[in-house]
């Protein structure tokens, strides 16, 4: 597998796997709403990097360098739980200064206990009812 900073070639892969990943992850969200489009929208000035294996695009993360922030995680569901999202977080963490942040959905608990199992701490819950995200630290 190989981890790398990814172009705009890689675009029309990477709008796939941020719908295909969200649509079969996102039980909490009408999937009916999420087009190709949203992986545009959702990454504007975001450093993106991404995993593949023989140029085949295994899952992404958008970073917002400037806060050290990680904005986005997606991999692909035909290779979830298969090490992808952790030489992702991996890599994103190397790229940035510590502390990094993240903000998780309540409602991911695959995706919470993914970052807990790999060293992130919850730090607080924020938002509204219905729409509330895990503040995350890893240091």
Request: with cysteine; glycine share 6%.
């Amino acid at each position: 597998m190989n981890i790398r900073e990814a172009s705009e070639l890689d675009y029309p892969d990477l709008r796939l796997t941020y719908l295909e990943s969200r649509r079969k992850s996102f039980y909490w969200a009408n999937i009916e709403e999420m087009t190709l489009e949203d992986f545009d929208r959702d990454t504007v000035g975001e450093y993106i990097l991404l995993a593949e294996d023989d140029f085949h695009i295994l899952g992404f993360t958008s970073l917002y360098l400037p806060d050290n922030f990680i904005h986005n995680l997606f991999v692909h569901p035909d290779f979830s739980g298969k090490g992808v999202g952790v030489q992702l977080v991996n890599s994103a963490v190397e790229k940035m200064n510590k502390p990094v942040r993240l903000k998780c959905v309540s409602e991911n608990r695959k995706a919470l206990n993914f970052y807990e199992n790999n060293g992130w701490k919850k730090v607080v819950e924020e938002g509204k009812p219905g729409e509330k995200y895990w503040v995350m630290v890893y240091d």
